[in-house]
Nanobody, 125 residues
Framework: QVQVVESGGGLVQAGGSLRLSCAASGRTFGTYPMAWFRQAPGKAREFVAGINSSGGATSYTDSVKGRFTISRDGAKNTVTLQMNSLKPEDTAIYYC??????????????????WGQGTQVTVSS
């Protein structure tokens, strides 16, 4: 059975940093695209960052460019989201997602096959 588990969320002041980690088990995700999404109260789930199967290509939503960095360690089946210069508008539940096939990430959450349970990120002003 495939499991995707996020960790690293918490409460931080504006301008601070957090590091989210995503661990996958049950199969090897080292060769499949993965992404981070987030969902704030009353809002739709939105794409935050994606990384392709090799880790050589990444993409970010405009609001986090220059502040967030996504990376992966295929050997450890982990994906990390380093979040710097956090803003109150970054407050949301953050989800890790993985696709079961292909090389590229997508911004549509409907194209992902496996999801973690989410981790809360709260940024105070």
């Amino acid at each position: 059975q495939v499991q995707v588990v996020e960790s690293g969320g918490g409460l931080v002041q504006a301008g601070g940093s957090l590091r989210l980690s995503c661990a996958a088990s049950g199969r090897t995700f080292g060769t499949y695209p993965m992404a981070w999404f987030r969902q704030a109260p009353g809002k739709a789930r939105e794409f935050v960052a994606g990384i392709n199967s090799s880790g050589g290509a990444t993409s970010y939503t405009d609001s986090v460019k220059g502040r967030f960095t996504i990376s992966r360690d295929g050997a450890k089946n982990t994906v990390t989201l380093q979040m710097n210069s956090l803003k109150p508008e970054d407050t949301a539940i953050y989800y890790c997602a993985a696709r079961a096939y292909g090389n590229s990430y997508f911004t549509d959450p409907g194209t992902y096959h496996y999801w973690g349970q989410g981790t809360q990120v709260t940024v105070s002003s």
